[in-house]
Each structure stands twice: as C-alpha cells, then as structure tokens.
C-alpha cells in the first residue's frame, strides 16, 4: 500500500514537472496609455471687456478685475490664465516684457518655438511661444491692436511640469488656444 501512495505521488509530481515545463514564459509588453478627449466645441465669450473670442465649452470661464479672466479646464487640471493691458504708447515695452517672461522658462526648456498670426481686418497682431520641456508653461501668447490694447496669455497645469506625461493635454489645449487667436476680435 506504501508503494502505490508512493507510486502515484511520484507520478503526480513528475506529470506536474513535465506538464509545466512546456511554455516558455515571456514578460508582457509595456502598456500604453490612450487618452481620449472630447471633440473641441466653441463658444463666443461676450463680456464688458475691450475683446471678444471663442472659448471652448470644455473650460469654465472667470472674471477678474480689470478684464483678466481664467479659463480653467478642470478635466485636465489646467488654467489659461488671460490678462488684458490697455497701451499708453508703451507697445514694444509691453511686448518685450511678454518676451522676457516666456524666455524666464529656458532653464527648464528644452526649446520655444513661435508662432505668428495676424488678422489685419480685425486688428488682431499675435504671436504664440511653445515651450517645451519641464517648465511651469507650456504655451503663452499674446494679441495686440498694434496701438491701444494688448491681451496675454499663458497655460498652466495644477502639477509639478512633467512634460511627457502632460504633452497630450497639452496638444488638446493647444487648438483650443489657436482657435482663441484666430476667432480674437477688437470692440473698438
């Protein structure tokens, strides 16, 4: 009786052995993360304020003093911070103060590259800053008249800057941004 309990435990045990070692076990390949957004609808903001634009309806909008607003894309952690600034014939001064700021991120950066736009029928002179790299900013812009009134803008996540891990949400705020510039109209 020893001998068959003994038997039929080696059999079970050798089976197992033999049986499991077939398949090769491989490691699985890396995931990857497929992030979806909804598809961009706009809105026109009408406000007191000297200027008009769409906004997207993703982003809630808030007024400060003075004409500055936020546009704030909880979803995606992230605020378009908008300031306006009227010009008493100081333009290039307020311009290159813009300027300054954007370069203020090149420690961080690893390039910025720009854009321009212009709208000459509707006054509307703009040029966008793309940053990337680990910076606080990751796009800022500005719209001006050309002689009265200038508008920046600067985009801002509610985390430490990652910038592999944000460049989507990123991209997705960037069109919005560019829709913002090209729908830009003067009241005056």
Known sequence: MLNFKFTIVLIVLFSVVFI????????????????EYPKAQYKLIQSNCNFEFEKSELATITYKNNCWMELNYKDLK???YITYRPVNNNIDEILKEVEKLTFEHTVK?????????????EKVY????????NSASNIQFNVADSSKNVVTGALYFYSKPHYDSIIP??????????HLIETFKWKN
Request: aromatic share 10%; proline share 6%; glycine share 4%.
């Open 20 to 35: 499991s070692c077939k398949d090769e076990v491989l490691p699985k390949p890396k995931g990857y993360l497929k992030l």
């Open 169 to 178: 949400a990123v991209r997705y705020i960037e069109k919005d941004i560019i």
């Open 126 to 133: 703009s040029k966008i800053f793309f940053v990337e790299g």
């Open 109 to 121: 950066a690893d390039a910025i590259n720009s854009q321009s736009f212009e709208n000459p029928d």
């Open 78 to 80: 992230a605020k378009i």
